[in-house]
């Protein structure tokens, strides 16, 4: 149990009491000014832990939960056990982790596993070795007098109600729901017509996908990435899966939904988008966490039915996302922190000496000093120019300023020698929801309807009525129906618009003047 032991430092490096405790005396940060001359703006970072977010190996190591290798793998659950362990006695209280009803399964409190740590400590001193790795296999739970849930910091750690299962790793990642239905639904669409994969191919090159999305989906021909072996994933990363997902269902919403092409398996899939469009939604599922819900119990029947050699226990961890979702008041995903590999990987390709230190330290570094640049704590930042691209930038501005002044977003009027520029411009920004960059179809919610257009530009405000606040500048087009526009030049209009209005960035598809969306109407 390294790992479990290795949080519990973590744990009481952060939360353990003393002088350096998050959650009483916290730390003060100090943030640069935004303007010379300005005084620096501090604040008070305090924070009390909630919950481990990895994946199902890395929440089985923390906690010491068994996880599929046990007869019970949910470290949530007391009665969910693997349906492949065998018939349930009649009358008995256990359910199959296929199960999709929600009322049969017990939750499994700190309290109570606590108690159960408690009888695997006395039977560990009473039963033979191979009668105790019995035990703990039929519980779900291993034991250890050094791990986290038997230690100093188990009331800080919460477990079990600090497992936080995160939909990429149960949707996404290998293993994932997603990655066993795109491969199987995309099978059986080629059993019933073999050309379809090549029409499949064709409508691929002409759906413009986000820019921070279009890398991946370049590599991918879906008929070398479907996995013809029985019971098996398609062969894909996460990030791609959210490509592949975007891409072969507005080709199943155009072409085999109104044809009647498996209409039970579209209905799965159509359903599996569903789902996967709110959780990309960030925290504004949380108002929607109730259809969330009832579309994951829809798509569970389905698929537990459809697909009854794929249904792993994943299935039933994708259950809990609701409710985790709903409890901590934040959806959280395991893409941002995946991301941060980059980094590591980068150091370890150059550090030969106290490599973990050298991490550790330079992350750490990184960390703080992001703290300390002006705006750090801002929910959106401008990507900027840089080098060359400064006096582009500069000539951009000048053009700019007059429409800007006009559409009553920046003061009129000279600025002294010396003083800050009165708005800063770039081409992308970071912070939203697939990092919007010019060019990108931006969807948009101005108060009386959903708006949709194309990315020119993005300013922030320095000098004006709102100080602070981030405008893109649009291409408005005009709603022609549920995610269909006309980008006719008649039915285009340019607008100003907050990004903190934006819906989304959304791939999309041109047929003549009309635009399709791919988007789910549940967003909108």
Request: with cysteine; aromatic share 8%.
């Amino acid at each position: 149990g390294s790992e479990s032991q290795l949080s519990r430092l973590v744990l009481k490096a952060f939360f353990g009491g003393g002088l350096c405790d998050f959650a009483t005396t916290g730390i003060v940060l100090s943030e640069k000014p935004a303007t010379h001359g300005a005084e620096p703006r501090a604040f008070w970072l305090r924070a009390v832990f909630c919950c481990f977010s990895t994946d199902a190996d890395g929440l089985r190591k923390i906690t010491q939960s068994k996880g599929t290798s046990g007869t019970k793998i949910c470290a949530c659950c007391i009665n969910v056990i693997d349906a492949k362990s065998g018939a349930i006695p009649p009358g008995s209280d256990l359910v199959p982790h296929t199960c999709g009803d929600l009322s049969k399964m017990q939750r499994l409190s700190p309290k109570d596993l606590t108690k159960l740590m408690a009888y695997l400590r006395e039977q560990s001193g009473i039963l033979p070795k191979s009668q105790f790795e019995k035990l703990q296999q039929v519980v779900g739970w291993n034991f250890s007098e050094y791990s986290l849930v038997c230690s100093d910091m188990a009331t800080i750690a919460n477990i079990p109600d600090s497992v936080f299962w995160d939909w990429m790793h149960t949707l996404c990642s290998s293993g994932g729901v997603a990655q066993f239905e795109l491969n199987q639904y995309l099978v059986r669409v080629k059993a019933h017509d073999n050309r379809l994969l090549g029409q499949l191919e064709e409508f691929k090159k002409h759906v413009v996908l986000p820019k921070v999305l279009a890398k991946p989906m370049k590599r991918i021909v879906f008929e070398d990435r479907i996995n013809t072996k029985p019971h098996t994933h398609i062969k894909a990363f996460a990030a791609e899966v959210l490509s592949m997902m975007v891409v072969v269902g507005l080709w199943v919403e155009l072409t085999l939904l109104p044809e009647g092409v498996l209409p039970e398996e579209t209905q799965c899939f159509l359903l599996l988008g569903r789902i996967l469009f709110l959780l990309r939604t960030g925290d504004r599922v949380r108002s929607k966490v109730v259809l969330l819900q009832q579309l994951i119990l829809q798509h569970h029947d389905l698929f537990v039915r459809l697909y009854p050699e794929e249904a792993k226990p994943k299935v039933h961890l994708l259950l809990h996302v609701p409710d985790l979702i709903a409890r901590f008041g934040v959806n959280l995903s395991c893409f941002v922190t995946e991301r941060k590999h980059k980094q590591s990987k980068h150091l370890g390709a150059f550090c030969f000496h106290k490599m973990v230190e050298t991490m550790l330290r330079t992350t750490l570094r990184d960390f703080f000093l992001h703290f300390q640049e002006p705006g750090s704590l801002d929910p959106v930042h401008l990507i900027p120019f840089e080098g060359i691209h400064e006096r582009y930038a500069r000539n951009i501005r000048r053009q700019w300023e007059p429409h800007l002044v006009q559409a009553g977003l920046v003061q009129d009027g000279a600025q002294p020698a010396g003083a800050q520029p009165k708005f800063l411009v770039a081409k992308a920004a970071r912070g939203l929801r697939g990092e919007p960059t010019a060019g990108d179809l931006a969807v948009w919610n101005d108060g009386v309807s959903v708006r949709a257009g194309f990315i020119q530009l993005f300013f922030k405000v320095l000098a004006g009525a709102q100080p602070g606040m981030i405008y893109a500048s649009l291409l408005m087009l005009k709603t022609l129906g549920p995610c269909r526009c006309s980008k006719a030049a008649r039915d285009v209009t340019f607008v100003y618009v907050p990004v903190k209005d934006f819906l989304g960035i959304f791939p999309h598809l041109v047929e003549d003047d009309v635009v399709y969306i791919a988007a789910s109407l549940d967003i909108m």
